[in-house]
């Protein structure tokens, strides 16, 4: 895993995310964030949370969406939303 603050040049760091959140973040606060974010590439149908465990990370979507779910049988599920490069996974 890469630390996102990297090489990356003050003049281009609106241009190197397709996260929506960091781009809208003006460059000083980006700098910020990205000192302490590291890029996490995630699995098909990995679980990022379960319920009624405390959340650990943020996670700022970039491509492909994450669903989140919610149980609503002993053995069913069904997708709630859909979280895509506009939202961040990780707070309720």
Not at 65 to 84: H, M, N, T
């Amino acid at each position: 895993m890469s630390d996102y603050s990297e090489g990356i040049g003050t003049s281009n760091l609106m241009h190197e995310f397709r996260s929506r959140l960091l781009r809208l973040l003006p460059p000083d606060e980006l700098k910020s964030v990205l000192l302490l974010a590291e890029e996490v590439p995630l699995a098909k149908r990995q679980v990022l949370h379960r319920y009624g465990v405390r959340m650990q990370h943020v996670y700022l979507i970039e491509t492909s969406p994450v669903s989140a779910g919610a149980k609503v049988g002993p053995q069913e599920f069904v997708e709630v939303w859909l979280i895509g490069s506009e939202g961040l996974a990780g707070i309720h």
